[in-house]
Every structure is written in structure tokens, then in C-alpha cells.
């Protein structure tokens, strides 16, 4: 929330990647870019090992699978969760509900 240049995102044509970050950057007001085009969560991680993108988002399964190498070595970590209640494997990471300044992007998140 507070970086001074937008955080280049990945995301896939349409669905949920793509819906998630729009709402999420809508209710928190989040510095999002993002980069479309991508034909999968694979071509995404290509993109932030190269350096094209900053992050990616997806769920949370798919993440401490297909990245846990990353994420045990910290090169790779959660910032925040989409979820209506915190994730045991997740500690510390705050929920977008809990981050959200007004009742009216609560009820955005919510929402969506």
C-alpha cells in the first residue's frame, strides 16, 4: 500500500487472477499494474523469475506447491489474503477485510 510505483502484477485474460487484483486495487486502494496476456499461473512465474512482473496472485494451494522452494528460502512470500477467515498456514498475513478502510470497501471485498 505504500510503494511509491505501481507493483506489476501478472494476470490472465479475464477470470479470477485478473477480477481478484481489479477489486482488491478498487477497496484498498493498492499501487496495482497489470500486466495482461499471460496463457497461465507458469507463463506468470517465467515473468517474475525474469523480472516483468513483480507478483502474481492466485490461490494459496497452488502457490505453496508450485512455489514453495521460494517461499521456504523467503524469495517468495503471501502479503495478503482474499479469504474471509485467515488461513492456518498463513499467520501474519492480514486479511484484505481487515486492511480495508471503510465499511464500503469492506463491503466491496466482501462482494467479490
Not at 501478472?10 to 496463457?39: C, E, F, K, M
Not at 507463463?43 to 512482473?53: K, M, T, Y
Not at 524469495?75 to 481487515?98: E, S, W
Request: glycine share 10%; no cysteine; net charge neutral.
Amino acid at each position: 500500500m505504500a510503494s511509491s510505483t505501481p507493483v506489476r502484477l501478472g494476470s490472465l485474460p479475464g477470470g479470477a487472477t485478473h477480477d481478484v487484483a481489479r477489486l482488491l486495487q478498487s477497496a484498498l486502494g493498492l499501487p496495482i499494474h497489470l500486466v495482461r496476456g499471460y496463457r497461465g499461473t507458469a507463463e506468470i512465474r517465467l515473468a517474475v523469475q525474469s523480472g516483468e512482473v513483480d507478483r502474481l496472485r492466485t490461490l494459496w494451494d497452488s502457490l505453496k506447491t508450485t512455489w514453495r522452494d521460494e517461499l521456504e528460502s523467503g524469495a517468495a512470500h503471501a502479503v495478503i489474503q482474499g479469504g474471509a477467515r485467515p488461513l492456518p498456514d498463513l499467520p501474519g498475513v492480514p486479511l484484505a477485510l481487515d486492511v480495508a478502510r471503510t465499511e464500503e470497501a469492506r463491503q466491496l471485498i466482501r462482494a467479490g
